[in-house]
């Protein structure tokens, strides 16, 4: 089951929703833990086991972490050891054997080995089992007394299958405590409408665009005498585009429904796009990947309080695992590989000369790296993408153009334009700015008090309209169009 689905829209959300706002607060944990088992056993079935073997093994392990700690005389009652204190060997050996185990289920599964099918969401929901682990280790959290809790936590369907990457120690207070109000829900349906527009309207028709103009491109495919320039652009562009809206569109829908259940899950992307440099990019895409790998692998490493040579190994180590966590296939090893340098680059030389230039110019630098970073992330043989990256300044091709690629520009263009503008933070401010208007907080000094609540009222109205406008939209899309499955459920 996927969030951009009817079965998901009007049966399966409309049924948790309901019983869980009819609830005592008590059982909308157990609530929340069948409908979530429920949603992943709905497309993976089997490997539902695989899930909760992973969360009962890190409760395990958390349980066990606590016990030495309580044992040891370096906690209170809640078995977490206090501030400052180092661990024994044996916690030591623990945390390692079950990071350790952790890392070997996800290997297994991700890259083959055994021939077993994988999971969806393995790389996140272990990551997230990781974290908790490690930070009970380090006394970071308290343990989770409560299996049912913890398998909640792992298992809650709104981040299950594609993130973002919720910490245990984001969400401590909330599994046991948290309010669902009126203005919350409203928020979490807006942020999730948002969410939901970007994958149907946007990164679904992004990806026929990306296959067809993909197709067009090549020589000899679809009658094209041979490849173009234009195809190729127009192939990249679409992707470039496409893996944005798709992600991001999935954490938003993620962080509006965790809204909905009373959780405040992290923001996972703030306008990368605009970004004037690499480095800048990173701290605004898949906010919650990056930061996992800064606080559990770059600093224990020694980040960059280290000697030159180590602080280049560390960064080195961290983004070439970063590539490996998409997945076994060369491409995107090398990815990642390709943005550690680049950050190395910038750290060392380039951003003596990037601070120089005007802000456009850097933001064009860091989008050209980026476009080239998303060919090779797209993967294909090594000869493939090497030819990608030709035709996209003019090589491997003696045409710039041809009726294929003319045809799909023409009738793409508006598409493209739209993501391009929906990519940058002028379509949020403009509808700040028109809230603004519409709820009379301009003339919020005139004393017209009850002119500024008929205002609001009204500006209520229209977003209640907006809203169930844009679900008839994404609805009528989702009815008439061909399934496109989220890209990161592969990762």
Not at 274 to 282: G, L, Q
Request: charged share 15%.
């Amino acid at each position: 089951m996927v969030f951009s689905s009817i079965s998901f829209l009007y049966f399966f959300l409309p049924a948790v929703l309901g019983a869980y706002d009819l609830l005592p607060g008590r059982y909308r944990n157990g609530l929340l833990l069948t409908a979530s088992l429920f949603f992943y056993f709905w497309g993976e079935q089997g490997t539902v086991l695989v899930l909760v073997a992973m969360a009962l093994a890190g409760y395990g392990a958390g349980r066990l972490l606590g016990r030495l700690a309580q044992a040891e005389g370096e906690d209170g009652t809640d078995g977490c050891r206090r501030e400052g204190t180092e661990g024994s060997g044996l916690r030591r050996r623990v945390c390692i054997a079950a990071a350790a185990a952790n890392v070997a289920v996800l290997a297994a599964f991700k890259y083959g080995l055994g021939g077993l099918a994988l999971p969806a969401g393995i790389s996140f929901f272990t990551f997230q089992i990781l974290s908790y682990v490690v930070d009970v280790y380090r006394g970071d959290v308290k343990v989770q007394k409560s299996a049912a809790d913890f398998l909640m936590y792992v298992s809650a369907f709104p981040q299950l299958i594609a993130g973002p990457i919720v910490r245990y120690k984001e969400i401590e207070g909330q599994i046991g405590d948290r309010l669902v109000g009126l203005g919350k829900t409203a928020r979490g349906i807006r942020i999730f409408l948002v969410g939901l527009a970007k994958k149907v309207l946007l990164a679904n028709e992004l990806a026929v665009l990306a296959q067809k103009a993909g197709a067009a491109a090549e020589a000899g495919t679809l009658g094209g005498p041979q490849a173009t320039v234009l195809g190729t652009w127009l192939a990249a562009a679409a992707f470039f585009f496409q893996i944005y809206y798709d992600f991001s569109g999935y954490s938003d829908m993620a962080v509006g429904l965790g809204h909905m259940l009373g959780f405040d899950f992290p923001e996972n992307f703030d306008y990368p796009y605009t970004s004037a440099s690499v480095t800048e990019f990173w701290r605004r895409w898949h906010k919650t990947l990056g930061g996992w790998f800064r606080d559990y692998v770059y600093i224990p490493l020694g980040g960059n309080r280290v000697p030159r040579w180590k602080w280049v190994r560390n960064v080195l180590a961290v983004w070439a695992l970063t590539g490996i966590w998409h997945g076994a296939e060369w491409n995107f090893l090398v990815w990642g590989l390709y943005f550690g340098c680049l950050l190395i680059l910038e750290k060392l030389v380039l951003n003596r000369w990037l601070s120089r230039l005007p802000r456009p110019l850097r933001h064009v630098y860091t989008l050209a790296v980026v476009f080239a970073g998303m060919v090779i992330f797209r993967g294909g043989t090594p000869g493939e993408v090497w030819e990608q990256l030709g035709r996209l300044v003019g090589f491997h091709t003696q045409a710039f153009g041809d009726s294929y690629s003319w045809y799909y520009l023409r009738s793409y263009a508006r598409l493209l334009l739209a993501a391009a503008v929906g990519a940058t933070p002028l379509p949020r401010r403009l509808w700040n700015w028109l809230a603004a208007r519409c709820k009379g907080e301009e003339d919020a000094d005139s004393g017209d008090s009850l002119g500024r609540r008929t205002a609001a009222v009204l500006w209520g109205l229209a977003q209640a309209a907006a809203a169930a406008w844009v679900l008839l939209w994404c609805t009528a899309c989702l009815v008439g169009g061909s399934f496109n499955p989220f890209l990161y459920f592969r990762f």
